[in-house]
């Protein structure tokens, strides 16, 4: 897959602890084409986030990527010195988080904000970078850009911020926006045009987008492909349509199940029983299989590999031919 | 204000009879009730309370019974020294103690942070005195560097004394400021780095990391303004206490300050100097909270547009 912008292979992000190590993201490997818009779903815990911080090079220590390899572009990135890991954040990989009450920096404008960001990665004047501010700002929908630019943030409401958020994930032109659940702490009324604002801004700009998320509804709305993760691990991955009306996985059926629908009239929605490991005590095998309502004898001590069936990846010990029972 | 007033004018009243410390003890009864009369002090308690005020507000605040002169041009003379000694201090405590804060939060690890810790430790645990009687014995008795005592060759500006354009003057500061200073900077150390290392762990500063900001932009521009805010509280605070209890210091030093002569009055029981010292004391402190509260709006968008709005 030479013409993906990103390539993530055999990802593993480690947190020694007291207890011994965390495996956060267990050997994960998917690829984001350019464009494209990657939704990664998942319980709290599951590793989506982590893996997000991981491709930007920002997770927390004593957390690190202790194996795989993370591509952009056909070059690695998860081994730059910090210098140049600097300089790909920011200019080549944008990034969106949860809560736009927080990311923003509450003593500095909008504008201060913006233009240190656009002249930190691009060579542009003091009113150039002043003057492509302001048209950020108009194309994420902010009504009088050129007079709210020099207003503070706790000036904006928390849709509003976001916007803006955006608009710097997005000011130095990336080739891939990573929002971590952009919406979550959004009201509901605004979650829907904060996606599309970002569907549409990384349109036009050419950006492809790592949308992490735990709400289907999202993904069924902006996301061309799904992975969806457990415990660490890549459970499916395929295009959004198709594993939304045909799960593979146990898990994605159940996540399925659990959507409530306008079009079927059932009393109640069905849930996946029990509640995903803590990463400390990951059963040996499938780590779904304690809760899986296919399991068979080797789910509990075979750990299957994510391979593709056709059009997706699924990591599911019923589809490997001649493991089945 | 009124309060502390009220205690002072108390303590004014109540410490002894004022004209035994006057007098001589060839004094006859009539001229002792003659000179109470001239005092005021037969005249109801309110009335002397409000007496005191009145005339304080107005920058009257009594003759000393010690040298017979007015309390004010007493503290007027004695003022410039304590400030300037004040002054310098709280500055050393600042310029020491902000990047050697920012330092230790920054790198958490490294040896120097961890020199800088256990300094501090001592800074705050050593008692004023003690430092002051050790950096005398070691850079004015060992080494002979620097003055032991006074403020050196002062220039007179009127109604200012400064010893900021002597040498003599500036190497008479040296000591007594470190002495003084020493304590808050340490306390400003540790606070910059609490604040700092809380600051860092913020939302904004991950996101400004992710729009990939050089590092000496995130922390210099976006964490340590946020950090300065509760800094600027606490400095404010001190600056009040820097000035109130540079007593020790300047009786360590001789200094010729308002903390000697308040001490002077106490020996001596000079109870105007004493109220006039606590008042004094008092309305700096309110400046001071003043001047902190001023600067916050300077400092924090938020409240500045959210006062305005309101």
Same mark, same amino acid.
């Given at each position: 897959?030479?013409?993906?912008?990103?390539?993530?292979?055999?990802?593993?992000?480690?947190?020694?602890?007291?207890?011994?190590?965390?495996?956060?993201?267990?050997?994960?490997?998917?690829?984001?084409?350019?464009?494209?818009?990657?939704?990664?779903?998942?319980?709290?815990?599951?590793?989506?986030?982590?893996?997000?911080?991981?491709?930007?090079?920002?997770?927390?220590?004593?957390?690190?990527?202790?194996?795989?390899?993370?591509?952009?572009?056909?070059?690695?990135?998860?081994?730059?010195?910090?210098?140049?890991?600097?300089?790909?954040?920011?200019?080549?990989?944008?990034?969106?988080?949860?809560?736009?009450?927080?990311?923003?920096?509450?003593?500095?404008?909008?504008?201060?904000?913006?233009?240190?960001?656009?002249?930190?990665?691009?060579?542009?004047?003091?009113?150039?970078?002043?003057?492509?501010?302001?048209?950020?700002?108009?194309?994420?929908?902010?009504?009088?850009?050129?007079?709210?630019?020099?207003?503070?943030?706790?000036?904006?409401?928390?849709?509003?911020?976001?916007?803006?958020?955006?608009?710097?994930?997005?000011?130095?032109?990336?080739?891939?926006?990573?929002?971590?659940?952009?919406?979550?702490?959004?009201?509901?009324?605004?979650?829907?045009?904060?996606?599309?604002?970002?569907?549409?801004?990384?349109?036009?700009? !050419?950006?492809?987008?790592?949308?992490?998320?735990?709400?289907?509804?999202?993904?069924?709305?902006?996301?061309?492909?799904?992975?969806?993760?457990?415990?660490?691990?890549?459970?499916?991955?395929?295009?959004?349509?198709?594993?939304?009306?045909?799960?593979?996985?146990?898990?994605?059926?159940?996540?399925?199940?659990?959507?409530?629908?306008?079009?079927?009239?059932?009393?109640?929605?069905?849930?996946?029983?029990?509640?995903?490991?803590?990463?400390?005590?990951?059963?040996?095998?499938?780590?779904?299989?304690?809760?899986?309502?296919?399991?068979?004898?080797?789910?509990?001590?075979?750990?299957?590999?994510?391979?593709?069936?056709?059009?997706?990846?699924?990591?599911?010990?019923?589809?490997?031919?001649?493991?089945?029972? | 204000?009124?309060?502390?007033?009220?205690?002072?004018?108390?303590?004014?009243?109540?410490?002894?009879?004022?004209?035994?410390?006057?007098?001589?003890?060839?004094?006859?009864?009539?001229?002792?009730?003659?000179?109470?009369?001239?005092? !005021?002090?037969?005249?109801?308690?309110?009335?002397?309370?409000?007496?005191?005020?009145?005339?304080?507000?107005?920058?009257?605040?009594?003759?000393?019974?010690?040298?017979?002169?007015?309390?004010?041009?007493?503290?007027?003379?004695?003022?410039?020294?304590?400030?300037?000694?004040?002054?310098?201090?709280?500055?050393?405590?600042?310029?020491?103690?902000?990047?050697?804060?920012?330092?230790?939060?920054?790198?958490?690890?490294?040896?120097?942070?961890?020199?800088?810790?256990?300094?501090?430790?001592?800074?705050?645990?050593?008692?004023?005195?003690?430092?002051?009687?050790?950096?005398?014995?070691?850079?004015?008795?060992?080494?002979?560097?620097?003055?032991?005592?006074?403020?050196?060759?002062?220039?007179?500006?009127?109604?200012?004394?400064?010893?900021?354009?002597?040498?003599?003057?500036?190497?008479?500061?040296?000591?007594?400021?470190?002495?003084?200073?020493?304590?808050?900077?340490?306390?400003?150390?540790?606070?910059?780095?609490?604040?700092?290392?809380?600051?860092?762990?913020?939302?904004?500063?991950?996101?400004?990391?992710?729009?990939?900001?050089?590092?000496?932009?995130?922390?210099?521009?976006?964490?340590?303004?946020?950090?300065?805010?509760?800094?600027?509280?606490?400095?404010?605070?001190?600056?009040?206490?820097?000035?109130?209890?540079?007593?020790?210091?300047?009786?360590?030093?001789?200094?010729?300050?308002?903390?000697?002569?308040?001490?002077?009055?106490?020996?001596?029981?000079?109870?105007?100097?004493?109220?006039?010292?606590?008042?004094?004391?008092?309305?700096?402190?309110?400046?001071?909270?003043?001047?902190?509260?001023?600067?916050?709006?300077?400092?924090?968008?938020?409240?500045?547009?959210?006062?305005?709005?309101?």
């Amino acid at each position: 897959m030479s013409d993906a912008l990103l390539s993530v292979r055999d990802l593993v992000v480690e947190f020694p602890t007291r207890k011994g190590i965390l495996t956060a993201v267990d050997s994960v490997s998917f690829d984001i084409g350019r464009g494209e818009v990657l939704g990664v779903v998942g319980e709290s815990g599951a590793g989506k986030s982590m893996t997000g911080s991981a491709i930007i090079g920002l997770i927390e220590p004593p957390g690190h990527i202790a194996g795989g390899s993370i591509e952009l572009a056909g070059e690695r990135i998860d081994n730059l010195p910090l210098e140049a890991m600097r300089k790909v954040r920011g200019k080549r990989i944008g990034m969106v988080f949860q809560d736009p009450l927080t990311s923003l920096n509450p003593l500095y404008t909008i504008a201060e904000q913006l233009i240190e960001t656009i002249r930190t990665h691009l060579k542009l004047s003091e009113r150039d970078a002043r003057e492509r501010a302001i048209g950020l700002l108009d194309e994420v929908g902010i009504p009088a850009a050129s007079r709210r630019i020099d207003d503070y943030p706790h000036q904006f409401s928390g849709g509003m911020r976001q916007r803006v958020v955006i608009a710097l994930a997005l000011c130095a032109e990336p080739e891939l926006v990573i929002a971590d659940e952009p919406t979550t702490a959004l009201d509901v009324s605004v979650q829907s045009q904060i996606i599309d604002v970002l569907k549409n801004m990384c349109a036009e700009h !050419g950006s492809s987008v790592m949308l992490i998320t735990h709400d289907m509804g999202v993904i069924a709305e902006a996301a061309d492909r799904v992975a969806v993760m457990y415990a660490g691990r890549l459970a499916e991955i395929g295009p959004v349509r198709d594993v939304i009306q045909d799960a593979r996985h146990p898990y994605t059926k159940g996540l399925m199940g659990s959507i409530p629908t306008l079009m079927h009239d059932s009393d109640r929605l069905t849930q996946i029983p029990g509640s995903m490991p803590r990463l400390t005590d990951i059963p040996p095998g499938c780590a779904f299989s304690p809760r899986c309502p296919k399991a068979f004898d080797r789910c509990f001590s075979v750990q299957p590999a994510c391979e593709r069936h056709e059009d997706r990846e699924v990591a599911c010990l019923l589809y490997d031919e001649g493991g089945r029972p | 204000m009124l309060v502390v007033s009220l205690i002072a004018f108390v303590m004014f009243r109540f410490v002894g009879d004022p004209v035994d410390q006057m007098v001589g003890l060839e004094t006859t009864l009539e001229e002792r009730a003659k000179l109470r009369e001239q005092l !005021g002090l037969n005249d109801p308690l309110p009335v002397q309370f409000w007496n005191f005020v009145s005339k304080a507000a107005q920058g009257d605040l009594g003759i000393s019974y010690q040298f017979k002169r007015p309390v004010a041009v007493l503290l007027s003379e004695r003022l410039p020294a304590t400030l300037e000694l004040s002054f310098v201090s709280a500055l050393f405590a600042l310029l020491a103690g902000i990047p050697m804060g920012v330092y230790t939060a920054l790198r958490r690890e490294s040896f120097l942070s961890k020199l800088f810790l256990t300094v501090s430790l001592i800074g705050i645990s050593l008692p004023t005195f003690l430092i002051g009687i050790l950096l005398i014995f070691i850079f004015s008795v060992n080494l002979q560097w620097l003055p032991s005592f006074g403020r050196g060759q002062v220039v007179d500006l009127g109604w200012w004394t400064t010893g900021f354009l002597t040498v003599s003057g500036l190497k008479a500061l040296i000591l007594p400021s470190i002495t003084l200073g020493l304590f808050q900077m340490t306390l400003i150390m540790r606070l910059v780095r609490s604040e700092m290392l809380e600051v860092l762990r913020t939302d904004y500063i991950k996101f400004a990391r992710a729009r990939g900001l050089k590092d000496r932009a995130i922390h210099f521009g976006h964490a340590l303004k946020n950090t300065l805010i509760p800094v600027i509280t606490i400095t404010g605070l001190q600056l009040g206490s820097i000035i109130a209890f540079a007593i020790i210091t300047e009786t360590v030093f001789q200094w010729p300050g308002m903390g000697l002569l308040f001490l002077q009055a106490v020996q001596n029981v000079d109870i105007p100097i004493m109220s006039a010292y606590l008042l004094l004391i008092a309305f700096l402190f309110v400046a001071i909270n003043l001047i902190v509260d001023l600067l916050y709006v300077v400092v924090d968008p938020r409240i500045r547009i959210g006062g305005a709005e309101a």
